[in-house]
């Protein structure tokens, strides 16, 4: 595992997603094990944590998610954007994409779903089980049972990204085609 | 209307959300108008484009959503920042936010809800109802059925952002506490 990961407190965990952020969704069931990209996603609540995730009725990581009611999302940072890209492109019934692109990972502390190195976030997910929303809309929701982060840019509940700060330690927003943003320069404001 | 405002084809609409930014839901029913802010929005699906965005029972755009089954989600940019923060911070039972805050806003194309100054795009939105999701979870599912860029920042299809252009028409990722991240540096990767 990270030497830098630390526990976020659950009522604090929406933050880690609250600046949309593009995801890794990573699963695993029966001795099988996946990764995938997912700009679809939001936090839905505080208290107990809740999450939503497109998953698409194709993916192995659906197959996986559905059998295993469970999932992460990794908040990916700048240093695998190419891997974050890679693993959205190809599926993972014909490959393992661990090996293929490199990706270590760690064991997860309440889910067999493993977590992945280069990112900045982890959130522990158990599917509540939504079954017209999955079949009409690939959309799952999961209360987050753990969350994590680097402290190197997430400590005291807070992300501590600096004008100064390494870039390859952003995390990531993507768009389409390849393209993406990094997270931006931080400012705080006032109520006019 | 924004003078640099231009309709965005519908299967394209998804790209003015995928980055994750917060949103401005401006709503109206009966002559009466609300704005708020939501940071937990994400597309949904490419065409027909849907969107899901969270609006908590205790709001009164809750109210106006319900009513008129039409929202429209804006793109706040940089420059209005502080009214993005102050609209979150009470309801429109007792104020009208546009007047309190000097929020200028101009006649949607296909719902009543006003569209709203100051922003990089705009999706209009249908309510697919869900009751299930609305009462239990407050999430909403919309269809958008129109949708607008602001040629400066968003043209052919793509947004347009580079780091030599004006900070103050960038996105906005909103944290907690007034806290905000800009959209940042654009780059585009290759997979490994």
Same mark, same amino acid.
């Given at each position: 595992?990270?030497?830098?990961?630390?526990a976020?407190p659950?009522? @604090?965990s929406?933050?880690?997603?609250n600046?949309?952020?593009?995801?890794?969704?990573?699963? =695993? %069931?029966?001795?099988r094990r !996946?990764?995938m990209?997912? =700009?679809? !996603?939001?936090a839905?609540d505080?208290? +107990?944590?809740?999450?939503?995730?497109?998953?698409?009725?194709?993916t192995?990581?659906?197959e996986l998610?559905e059998?295993?009611?469970?999932?992460?999302? !990794?908040?990916p940072m700048? =240093? /695998? =954007?190419?891997q974050?890209?890679a693993?959205? !492109?190809?599926?993972?019934r014909?490959?393992? @994409?661990?090996e293929?692109?490199?990706? $270590?990972s760690?064991a $997860?502390? %309440?889910?067999?779903?493993?977590l992945l190195e280069g990112? $900045? $976030?982890?959130?522990?997910?158990?599917?509540?089980?939504?079954p017209?929303?999955?079949?009409?809309?690939?959309?799952? /929701?999961g209360e987050?049972?753990?969350?994590?982060?680097?402290?190197?840019?997430?400590?005291?509940? %807070?992300?501590?990204?600096? +004008?100064?700060g390494?870039?390859?330690l952003r995390?990531?927003?993507?768009?389409a085609g390849g393209?993406?943003f990094?997270?931006?320069?931080?400012f705080?404001t006032a109520?006019?």
């Amino acid at each position: 595992m990270s030497a830098t990961r630390r526990a976020v407190p659950l009522p @604090k965990s929406y933050r880690l997603l609250n600046h949309g952020p593009t995801v890794l969704v990573s699963s =695993a %069931h029966g001795g099988r094990r !996946n990764v995938m990209a997912a =700009a679809w !996603n939001m936090a839905l609540d505080f208290d +107990p944590p809740k999450v939503c995730v497109v998953i698409d009725k194709t993916t192995f990581t659906r197959e996986l998610v559905e059998a295993s009611g469970e999932f992460a999302l !990794n908040v990916p940072m700048r =240093a /695998i =954007a190419p891997q974050t890209l890679a693993v959205g !492109n190809l599926s993972g019934r014909e490959t393992d @994409k661990f090996e293929q692109f490199g990706l $270590a990972s760690f064991a $997860a502390g %309440h889910i067999a779903a493993p977590l992945l190195e280069g990112c $900045a $976030a982890w959130l522990e997910c158990r599917v509540i089980p939504e079954p017209h929303n999955q079949q009409r809309y690939d959309l799952f /929701i999961g209360e987050v049972v753990a969350a994590w982060a680097d402290e190197r840019v997430f400590a005291a509940d %807070h992300w501590q990204y600096t +004008p100064e700060g390494d870039p390859q330690l952003r995390t990531l927003h993507y768009i389409a085609g390849g393209h993406f943003f990094a997270t931006g320069e931080p400012f705080e404001t006032a109520a006019p």
